[in-house]
């Protein structure tokens, strides 16, 4: 253990080329959404807007069945490669139509192969690692998607400008390609073993086994509420910002700046945490901080407190998704891993449609102050809940491991 503690993550092959190249994705992606927005804002209103965070969003849920069966079914290499050239299609594709419909329908194309791809290399990376190092790599890639989705936005807008949309939609495809080449480099595979009985089904088997689990069954549910009260609030965050504040474009993003450089420092402590019970509490500490900090955005009046509330939020969210994701696939067995990730993506993705939904409906009846204040008190009492069930979990396992031994 001492020396699994000691080796760096960087000392593997295939991690120096996988935790790059996913960040360098994501980066695109961030490029490719800026492009989009902006292509679909002018001359469409609102509702064509929603219709594009749909179609970025419903493909993930749609896929849930499927996605995990055919990333434990197949040859990891063979799934990352047929996946990442369904992207790179896609997003050539998108770069030369223009109409909306045609638009919706690529992007869908495109989430599908990200529902696939997402938790094939989320299976792939323990292989690569080993089970000790997960939590570490998962930190720090978070980490690092989060700088490069950062550098993405940031230069988004400048690529539109310089080169136009389609220019800009060509990175993103050329991102998907190099993940492709990346996929074909990769030494490490993971297979069906020959032989072993499979677990049936596909969702069903991703959601038996967090079940299962005697801290994912408290924290998984958990998450699905919080991801309702949670981000609601993103719905309101411009309205807040320029509307209540008075605060112009410019410290809109600051804000947008601040949450980000936050979640990158959250990702990368997250890394840090050694063991489950660590990690579980760095999901309820994440909740607590977003939650407590929406409230401080929500009664924020001058820019310093905003920030300060925002840099929070983001230090929350960077912990919660690298604690619950290391959590995700440290307590799963590796036959059904990919199933479980696929689960708890689409899961997500589907009470994060029920919050854009709430989110508008909130911000109508409350403004968007109340809706900030009231969302973030119901995630800090969900906080105070989910740790309260944690701390009871590790009495009972201690119960049980007593009782054994009294046996």
């Known amino acids: 253990m001492k020396q699994t503690l000691q080796t760096s993550i960087w000392s593997f092959r295939d991690i120096r080329l996988v935790l790059p190249a996913r ?26 807007v929603t219709a594009l965070l749909l179609a970025f969003a419903v493909p993930t849920v749609v896929m849930i069945p499927f996605a995990g069966r055919i990333v434990d079914g197949f040859d990891s290499r063979t799934v990352l490669v047929w996946s990442g050239l369904l992207q790179v299609v896609a997003g050539v594709g998108l770069a030369f139509v223009h109409d909306l419909v045609n638009t919706l329908a690529l992007v869908c194309v495109l989430q599908i192969g990200q529902a696939v791809a997402g938790p094939a290399w989320g299976a792939l990376i323990p292989r690569i690692v080993g089970e000790e190092l997960v939590g570490r790599t998962t930190g720090t890639s978070q980490a690092l998607i989060g700088v490069a989705t950062f550098a993405g936005s940031a230069a988004g807008g400048v690529l539109v400008g310089w080169v136009g949309s389609r220019g800009a939609l060509l990175v993103d495809a050329g991102t998907f390609l190099a993940l492709v080449v990346i996929a074909q480099l990769v030494r490490t595979r993971r297979r069906p073993e020959p032989g072993a009985a499979r677990e049936r089904g596909g969702v069903s088997a991703g959601l038996r086994a967090i079940f299962g689990d005697g801290i994912l069954k408290i924290l998984v549910p958990a998450l699905w509420m919080f991801v309702v009260a949670g981000e609601a609030v993103n719905v309101v965050e411009v309205f807040l910002i ?14 947008g700046a601040a949450t980000g450089a936050g979640a990158i420092f959250g990702a990368w402590y997250s890394g840090r945490l050694n063991g489950d019970r660590a990690r579980a509490v760095g999901v309820v500490v994440g909740m607590a901080a977003i939650g407590g900090s929406s ?39 590796e036959a059904v891993r990919g199933r479980v990730i696929a689960a708890l993506n689409g899961t997500i993705r589907s009470f994060s449609i029920l919050a854009m939904l709430l989110g508008g409906l909130a911000g109508a009846l409350l403004g968007p102050r109340g809706t900030f204040v009231t969302c973030g008190a119901a995630c800090v009492v969900a906080a105070a809940i989910v740790g309260a069930l944690v701390a009871r979990s590790k009495d009972e396992s201690k119960d049980s491991e007593l009782e054994a031994l009294s046996h």
Not at 24 to 44: E, F, K, P, Q, T
């Open 23 to 48: 960040a360098l994705s994501y980066a695109g992606d961030s490029i490719a959404m800026i492009a989009l927005m902006l292509r679909v804002s002018d001359g469409h209103g609102p509702a064509a």
């Open 242 to 255: 320029t509307g209540e504040l008075g605060l112009g474009p410019a410290l809109y993003g600051a804000a």
């Open 295 to 333: 409230v401080l955005m929500g009664l924020a009046g001058n820019l310093v407190t905003l920030l300060i509330g925002a840099t929070t939020i983001g230090v929350g969210s960077g912990m919660l998704n690298a604690a619950t994701s290391s959590l995700v696939v440290t307590r799963s067995a």
